[in-house]
């Protein structure tokens, strides 16, 4: 993913959160499986068997149309009337027995939306629905980790930022990126995800968010996410010389006067993010391959945002951590798995 990544598939809550931190963020796509999900504050909206949001338009022949959070090929086109047949407040036609049978709930939200098979018979349709049934045992969810005010998972994350000193910056209400001297890491992001709670589970998706504060120097700004290897940072206590008390970075001639600065300890990068100086941006990172590995072993995943190593010096972004006064805008981890 990318910053402003509009591309980028959302449901059920994502959605919610995703718009309501990314005003410049127009159009993402949003995917749905049930009714629930297309509901407006002025619209009761139905899921179509697209896997898209529709809405009543008197202008449609099928009366539906796409919203605009559909593919660009499917926004606000209308519905094909043999199409019309999603999943909405309204029943199947007379002609078709329906039987349905409930899957797992979204985001958190404990709720749950039907899946319908439709046969000429009832047996036939008694077949289907435990078919059905069967299929769904494994329900999929999209929730949020970490200590934002719409988080299913609180009391999930830490995270600091570690300079080219030894000061413990765990505290503070925000997150730094900063080149100095030039083309080199001065200041480096870390934040540890506690993701235990889906042991286990098959993760479709995970990604991570910051919420841009400020930014200096240059109206680009590329930083790249990568896991922490071969050490677990004490993020109270990481600085720029030593992932814990008296336990140095592997070390590296990197940055200023050779403070190892993590360098060494970054995996192969999972995904970078062009930053611009807007206040109030969203930048999202795809980290799935992480949180996917340390879902399946039990460990925390740590990642790393590292700061733009091609940048001049003084290039920096500022983030609101997970001390930041502002709930809304700490840092999330979304994670779409199934259980």
Known sequence: MRAFTCGVVFRGAALAAALAATPSCASPRFACTEATECATADLAGRCESTGYCSFPAEDCPSGWKYGAHAPAELAEACVPPQQASGDSTGGSSSTTETTSVAIGSSSGSGTSGPVSSSSG???EAGSTASSTASSTASSTAIEIWGDANDSDHPGTVRDTFINLDTTHNAAEPILILYTWPAQMAANVVLLQWDVSEILGATVESATLTLHLEEGAIVPEYTAMVHEIVGVQPNITLADGYNYDANAPWTPSACCYE??????????????????????ATVVAWDVTAAVSAAVLSGNPVVLAVNPDVTAPADAART???SEGMDLSARPRLIVEYIQ
């Open 121 to 123: 018979s009832s047996s």
């Open 258 to 279: 050779g403070i190892p600065m993590a360098q060494a300890n970054l995996g192969p990068a999972l995904d970078s993010a062009t930053i611009g100086l807007d206040a």
């Open 319 to 321: 983030f609101t951590s």
